[in-house]
């Protein structure tokens, strides 16, 4: 999986396949991670297999483990425990708070400063490729899971990100500008804004009154889409721009003889 934006907020993972890296150790398995036995040899085989996948999977950060970081690569100098009188307030608080919760719901034991999951740790690193650099200290909880990244990877010769990197998400963006702004452009007069279809006499439609938002070269009153479930998200997309604009005028829903040319 790589990066993907959802409703304009672009989630990053590098392209780079990774292990899973954890500040604590995962918790001693007590035979087999599945509560069933196989009566087959060869499901007992293919778990004890997937245990090992699972396994070789999670990595415990330490020294010299490569992570990734702000989208580059960096190098684990040290993971140190932070001292309890140096938490701060805002730490110290969600500790109380965590212990207010095991108290109403008890499960295992009760949380200590010294084993609570979501203690605050502090990762020692440099960026990797600079062993002469001055290393940071980087302030997480220790429930926190990073990328564990191989020896052998790649990065941006332009920027040293990982891929993607941001000229590489750029240039996808600009691209898909391009791609919708055509698609506009190619919306005929009496055609859906959503589809780019002819709308016949047959149909109903949806037309917004006032300025045209998407095609302000098309005039007045022009904006019209399908009243179909196919077009409904176009209509949606439009209808939230329109309302941006101030207007509150109910949409007609048109016989198609008054929303556009037959076909």
């Not at 084993?115 to 502090?122: A, F, K, Q, T």
Request: hydrophobic share 35%.
């Amino acid at each position: 999986m790589s990066s993907i934006r959802i409703n304009g907020q672009l989630y990053w993972k590098t392209r780079t396949p990774t292990k899973n890296g954890h500040i604590d150790p995962l918790p001693a398995r007590k035979g087999s991670m599945f509560v069933d036995n196989p009566s087959s040899a060869q499901r007992r085989r293919d778990r004890r297999l997937f245990e090992r996948h699972f396994d070789a999977r999670n990595v415990l950060l330490g020294p010299d483990v490569l992570i990734v970081h702000d989208r580059k690569p960096w190098r684990i100098v040290e993971v140190r425990e932070l001292p309890l009188d140096l938490w701060g307030e805002e730490w110290d608080t969600a500790f109380a708070d965590a212990c207010a919760y095991w108290d109403r719901y008890p499960n295992g034991d009760r949380p200590t400063k010294e084993n609570w999951r979501d203690r605050p740790v502090m990762l020692v690193m440099r960026p990797e490729g600079q062993p002469t650099a001055e290393p940071s200290h980087f302030r997480t909880r220790a429930s926190r899971h990073f990328d564990v990244l191989p020896e052998h990877y790649a990065v941006c010769r332009a920027c040293g990100e990982l891929p993607p990197c941001q000229h590489e998400i750029n240039e996808n963006d600009i691209a898909a500008a391009v791609n919708y702004t055509e698609e506009l452009m190619a919306i005929q007069p009496g055609c859906c804004h959503g589809c780019t279809e002819p709308i016949t006499s047959r149909m109903q439609a949806v037309r917004f009154p006032g300025p045209n938002l998407w095609r302000p070269d098309l005039g007045e009153n022009s904006a019209v889409f399908h009243a179909r479930q196919d077009c409904a998200d176009a209509v949606t997309r439009y209808r939230s721009q329109w309302e941006a604009k101030g207007h509150d005028e109910r949409q007609p829903m048109l016989p198609m003889e008054d929303a556009g040319d037959d076909a």
